[in-house]
């Protein structure tokens, strides 16, 4: 199964907003509210900071949000920081027997 | 704090075994599913394979099957990935999560595995 389909790059200044795109199938984003993003710095392991589409996890800035329409799911960060320029994955649950599928990944620049 | 901390990596030849281990900490292991997932050298991130709270279910990425195993020993708190007939392209820094629900939420901090010759 391919992977999920996100952007390869996405920039911005501090203080503007960005948003990263995924888009899947109804197999799975399209299928499921089981939608989670995740932050990677470089040499670091993945962080959980959005899960079941738009929830955050205790200590996750507001300033990331997400939200899903149909195959397709986003997440937005607001108020751009240099510290939020990292990789980012989207990742969806897949109606294969508990399969788990990534996006590509997105590196996120701080202009 | 919950610390999971993956062991057993390293350089391997084509064709050779590796067994990756997990040791988990400040968590409730037995109580929880966990995941092995891959990221190969400047790629993203593959999900590989997971398992259920008794190890009674698995799943395995389809085209891994009939290479990788994933186990765990509730007793010890650990997670397990039996590789064998190792390629070039299963090099990547692996890493274990636990789930919650729908979600990985925490990560242990990788193994490299190199398959070189």
């Known amino acids: 199964q391919s992977a999920l389909t996100q952007p390869a790059s996405v920039s911005g200044s501090p203080g503007q907003s960005i948003t990263i795109s995924c888009t899947g199938t109804?197999?799975?984003?399209?299928?499921?509210?089981?939608v989670s993003w995740y932050q990677q710095h470089p040499g670091k392991a993945p962080k959980l900071i959005l899960y079941?589409?738009?929830n955050r996890p205790s200590g996750i800035s507001i300033r990331f949000s997400a939200s899903k329409s149909g195959n397709t799911a986003s997440l937005t960060i607001s108020g751009l920081q240099a510290e939020d320029e990292a990789d980012y994955y989207c990742?969806?649950?897949?109606?294969?027997?508990?399969?788990?599928?990534f996006g590509g990944g997105t590196k996120v620049t701080v202009l | 704090e919950v610390q999971l901390v993956e062991s057993g990596g390293g350089l391997v030849q084509p064709g050779g075994s590796l067994r990756l281990s997990c040791a988990a900490s400040?968590?409730?292991?037995?109580?929880?599913?966990m995941s092995w997932v891959r990221q190969a050298p400047g790629k993203g991130l593959e999900w590989v394979a997971n398992?259920?709270?008794?190890?009674?279910?698995?799943y395995l990425t389809d085209s891994l099957r009939g290479r990788f195993t994933i186990s765990r020993d509730n007793a010890q708190n650990s997670l397990y990935l039996q590789m064998s007939s190792l390629r070039a392209e299963d090099t990547a820094v692996y890493y274990c999560?636990?789930?919650?629900?729908?979600?990985?939420?925490?990560w242990g901090q990788g193994v490299l595995v190199t398959v070189s010759s």
């Open positions: 079941e589409v738009s």
């Open positions: 400040g968590l409730t292991f037995g109580s929880l599913w």
């Open positions: 990742c969806s649950y897949v109606n294969n027997g508990r399969h788990w599928l």
């Open positions: 999560a636990t789930h919650h629900g729908f979600r990985f939420d925490y």
């Open positions: 398992i259920k709270e008794d190890g009674s279910e698995t």
């Open positions: 109804s197999s799975d984003i399209g299928g499921y509210n089981y």
